[in-house]
């Protein structure tokens, strides 16, 4: 019997020289650890119209702009299939459904909790510059 995978988007936001992180709720699978934000897309989402809705109701900034995908993650022991997607935005985040946020370096990046999925892809890319 074959699982059906949940897309699941991330959002890298670059601001200068520093990428947004969140810190996911306690309560919360991989609760504690450090995520790029982002959330599931709901039926009939195109990518673009997941992270825009996800990352108002999570951080209330708008979407101005989300390019190709940078990498994709099976997230371990669940459906999920992370997609890591550059994007843009206008305003500045703000802590709604996160434990806290953090603007770190790319370089700085290896000292966080990172969830599973996030950690292999800061990897695979070094770190992310």
Request: glycine share 14%; net charge negative.
């Given at each position: 019997m074959s699982t059906i995978s949940q897309r699941v988007?991330?959002?890298v936001v670059r601001r200068s020289d520093r990428l947004l992180v969140c810190q996911r709720p306690a309560h919360?699978?991989?609760?504690?650890?450090?995520?790029?934000?982002?959330?599931?897309?709901?039926?009939?989402?195109?990518?673009h119209q997941a992270i825009t809705r996800e990352l108002a109701e999570e951080l209330d900034v708008q979407v101005t702009a989300v390019g190709d995908a940078l990498f994709s993650a099976s997230d371990p022991d669940s459906?999920?299939?992370?997609?890591?997607?550059?994007v843009e935005i206008l305003g500045e985040p703000v802590c709604i459904?996160?434990?806290?946020?953090?603007?770190v370096s790319p370089q700085d990046l290896a000292t966080y909790a990172l969830a599973p999925s996030d950690a292999r892809f800061v990897k695979s890319f070094g770190h992310v510059e």
């Open positions: 988007v991330a959002a919360k699978r991989h609760g504690g650890l450090w995520e790029f934000p982002g959330g599931k897309c709901e039926r009939g989402e195109s990518d459906p999920f299939v992370v997609v890591f997607l550059p459904e996160h434990a806290a946020i953090a603007w």
